[in-house]
């Protein structure tokens, strides 16, 4: 698991810096040649670079219309090409003009005079910048984890959703440790090269090519069918056991590829063929895929079953039945917190408003069955309401940073620390029951896995599901350890 991090994440910044390269050195070169238009380009090149890396990479899944790898690459090119771009400039720019008078009277041609004098003279401040674009796509890559493109950040954010900074620091560490061996042989490089020949240089971009255009290492069969999960301990334990299932009755090969950060991205994942499968909650896909708000006071069936029939209809995708546990989302306090302020309901906040902060996750803050629909079904709002990642919001209720979060009642967090669930006294939060989510075709493909993923249906608990949460969580157990356990011990396997 780590070699294979890390080399994705090798490949990864490679890849995106060879991109970098290839666009901003000859460009610079051309506009060593067009002065009038070069300013505005690299003026661009600058407004590109500001761009949050967040946002870059939000506007690249938009654009390429998918996630993972590519549009990875493609915001740590762009992210990269004004330091390449404006040195390659720069040094062009800088060389002595004596020298290109005395060359051009000796008869050399413009490309000539381009291999032999110019690039060699600008080649240490050309190096200077390829060595910056280095270091900012390889810590910038930490972020692809996002958006399901591997590397390093799969473990910082593995750290930040459970809370462990040993997990932060496993991704932390040897990315670091990459941006500076990557630094130290394009250094070494660029002294051996200096002024002299370009060969060097050559044979690291020939070296590059060949690390990027080898495959992926990987000792897993190819896929028949690749399941993904949110990210978080629960949803890995679920995608594991539907792969075991799916294994134990046919000869398909599945893998298991979670870690999505959010319903839109594992929703958009599954859309556009990246993921085959993942176990989607009835209450956010009523909510977040269809935008519909289930009566108030509807039963499971009632708002399986609007689920069910909506993505069908609005994305012909079939949503097999779901298990037992309801994952729903609640309000959570310090259980001597609420005691001191007499709070045992919803409700009973009101009178608290200003005074209490409020700890919610991003999602949570702009869903309509989260914080928004709290302000319509209860009729107050906080003044003051902190978002934040949801690894983050357990520590800080506990160390009193906030009042109080939203949680999920299957966390292994509120046994941990303790949090008292407040009651939802006006049925504000639907049911969220987990069920396997794929396209029609996919069924229709493969018409036995209706039956296979169904042996789940009513199965696991609430106490079963916080119980492998609070194992993955809290005693760093493997999900799929966790999974296969459940389904041995619960008589899926003969």
């Given at each position: 698991m780590f070699w294979t991090l890390v080399w994705e994440h090798i490949h990864m910044s490679l890849l995106a810096l060879l991109c970098a390269v290839f666009i901003a050195i000859p460009l610079g070169i051309y506009l060593s040649r067009k002065t009038k238009i070069a300013e505005p380009i690299i003026g661009i090149a600058a407004v590109l670079q500001t761009i949050p890396s967040l946002a870059l990479l939000g506007f690249m899944i938009l654009l390429l219309n998918e996630i993972g790898t590519l549009p990875a690459v493609v915001a740590l090119a762009v992210y990269a090409l004004l330091?390449?771009?404006?040195?390659?400039?720069?040094?062009?720019?800088?060389?002595?003009?004596?020298?290109?008078?005395?060359a051009t009277g000796m008869g050399m041609s413009s490309f000539r005079r381009l291999r032999k004098i110019e690039l060699p003279m600008a080649?240490?401040?050309?190096?200077?910048?390829?060595?910056?674009?280095?270091?900012?796509?390889?810590?910038?890559?930490?972020?692809?984890?996002?958006?399901?493109?591997?590397?390093?950040?799969?473990?910082?954010?593995?750290?930040?959703?459970?809370?462990?900074?040993?997990?932060?620091?496993?991704?932390a560490i040897p990315a670091a440790l990459l941006a500076l061996c990557f630094d130290i042989i394009l250094r070494i490089v660029e002294k051996t090269s200096q002024g002299k020949s370009l060969l060097p240089i050559g044979a690291v971009l020939i070296a590059s090519f060949l690390v990027v255009a080898a495959p992926l290492i990987s000792f897993d069969q190819e896929s028949d069918i690749i399941i993904g999960g949110k990210l978080g301990a629960e949803p890995e334990i679920i995608a594991n056991m539907y792969k075991y299932l799916i294994e134990d009755e046919t000869d398909l090969q599945v893998s298991v590829e979670s870690g999505f950060g959010s319903t839109d991205a594992a929703f958009n994942a599954l859309s556009v063929d990246e993921i085959d499968i993942y176990p989607e909650f009835t209450g956010t896909a009523m909510s977040a895929l269809l935008e519909k708000t289930p009566e108030s006071g509807s039963?499971?069936?009632?708002?399986?079953?609007?689920?069910?029939?909506?993505?069908?209809?609005?994305?012909?995708?079939?949503?097999?039945?779901p298990m037992k546990f309801n994952n729903t989302y609640a309000i959570a306090m310090r259980?001597?917190?609420?005691?001191?302020?007499?709070?045992?309901?919803?409700?009973?906040?009101?009178?608290?408003?200003?005074?209490?902060?409020a700890g919610f996750t991003f999602e949570f803050a702009d869903r309509e069955d989260g914080y928004p629909g709290i302000q319509d079904v209860y009729g107050f709002s906080f003044e003051t309401v902190e978002t934040m990642d949801a690894g983050l919001r357990t520590r800080a209720v506990e160390t009193g940073e906030v009042d109080f979060i939203d949680a999920y009642f299957t966390d292994a967090d509120m046994v941990e620390y303790n949090l008292k669930v407040l009651e939802d006294d006006k049925n504000l939060f639907p049911?969220?029951?987990?069920?396997?989510?794929?396209?029609?075709e996919t069924l229709d493909k493969h018409p036995r896995l209706d039956n296979?993923?169904?042996?789940?249906?009513?199965?696991?608990?609430?106490?079963?599901?916080?119980?492998?949460?609070?194992?993955?969580?809290?005693?760093?157990?493997?999900?799929?350890?966790?999974?296969?356990?459940?389904?041995?011990?619960?008589?899926?396997?003969?």
């Open positions: 330091p390449v771009l404006r040195n390659t400039y720069t040094g062009i720019k800088e060389v002595d003009s004596a020298i290109i008078e005395a080649m240490p401040i050309i190096m200077a910048g390829i060595r910056t674009s280095m270091v900012l796509i390889v810590g910038t890559a930490t972020l692809a984890a996002l958006i399901s493109a591997g590397g390093l950040g799969d473990f910082i954010m593995t750290g930040i959703d459970r809370a462990d900074n040993a997990y932060i620091l496993l991704g039963t499971e069936t009632e708002v399986y079953t609007q689920a069910r029939q909506g993505m069908a209809n609005e994305y012909n995708m079939a949503y097999l039945e259980e001597q917190h609420a005691q001191e302020l007499g709070i045992q309901t919803i409700s009973d906040m009101e009178p608290y408003t200003d005074e209490l902060t049911p969220y029951q987990g069920a396997p989510l794929m396209k029609q296979i993923l169904n042996q789940l249906s009513g199965k696991i608990t609430n106490e079963d599901m916080q119980q492998m949460n609070y194992m993955v969580d809290y005693n760093d157990t493997d999900p799929s350890i966790v999974a296969r356990d459940y389904l041995t011990e619960n008589g899926f396997f003969e």
